[in-house]
């Protein structure tokens, strides 16, 4: 496609549910990043991978959240148990490389409402 | 260890009159420097970004950033505001240089949501 896809646009779940969110980035980008935004904040970010392998997964809050890209590709983060604090926008962005400036083209997001 | 704080998060500014928007970084390292810009609904946008060539960047839609050293600043500029940039406007920092597994990562401010009125 020609741009980041998200899926799905919103998610509302019930607390302490599992949710997967989906990110399929530009094709091509082995670089592939994961941020959270809650209202009123900055994105922060979560983890980032290059190609299969989680490269920096610093960001990750808990245990409780967890991403894979198993094919270097599409890329799921997974939210065990969630909790109303996990409401938020959920980002993703991909990059040609992490070479340079890595510019990062960001997609729409998942909007995540935990009632 | 990277930060960046964007003074006034809200900015209110009359069409055809100056837009400066503040951002300032702390980072141990050689950092790149980016603005980019959220509409409503939608994702983010890339407006422009400095990796140590010129100082003075332009970006897309008028918009242009002086990355100054010594006053650890990427400010953000447009001589003349349009109803159209209305949006909320993110500052960015990311390493320059490889090594350490923070390398990839974006760390942004907390944005500043620019008023443009008529």
């Known amino acids: 496609g020609a741009g980041v896809s998200q899926t799905p646009s919103n998610k509302v779940t019930e607390k302490g549910k599992y949710v997967e969110l989906r990110c399929d980035p530009i094709?091509?980008?082995?670089?592939l990043y994961w941020y959270r935004q809650s209202l009123g904040q900055g994105p922060e970010f979560l983890i980032y991978?290059?190609?299969?392998?989680?490269?920096?997964d610093s960001g990750l809050p808990n245990d409780r959240f967890f991403a894979v890209r198993p094919e270097g590709s599409v890329s799921t983060l997974k939210i065990q148990r969630t909790e109303r604090g996990d409401s938020a926008v959920y980002l993703c962005?991909?990059?040609?490389?992490?070479?340079?400036?890595?510019?990062?083209?960001f997609g729409p997001g998942t909007r995540l409402t935990v009632l | 260890a990277q930060s960046v704080t964007q003074l006034g998060s809200h900015v209110s500014v009359s069409e055809g009159a100056l837009v400066l928007l503040r951002c300032n970084y702390s980072?141990?390292?050689?950092?790149?420097l980016f603005w980019y810009v959220q509409y409503p609904n939608q994702g983010l946008q890339l407006l422009l970004k400095?990796?140590?060539?010129?100082?003075l960047v332009k970006g897309i839609n008028g918009f242009e950033a002086e990355f100054k050293k010594s006053e650890t600043s990427f400010h953000l500029t447009k001589p003349s505001a349009h109803m159209s940039d209305a949006a909320e406007y993110f500052c960015?920092?990311?390493?320059?240089?490889?090594?350490?597994?923070?390398?990839?990562?974006?760390?942004f401010g907390q944005g500043t949501i620019l008023t443009v009125h008529p």
């Open positions: 094709s091509g980008h082995t670089a």
């Open positions: 991978f290059q190609g299969t392998g989680a490269a920096d």
């Open positions: 960015a920092v990311r390493r320059a240089n490889a090594g350490g597994t923070s390398y990839g990562k974006l760390t």
């Open positions: 400095y990796t140590s060539a010129a100082t």
């Open positions: 980072s141990s390292v050689p950092p790149y």
């Open positions: 962005a991909s990059s040609l490389t992490t070479a340079g400036d890595g510019r990062q083209f």
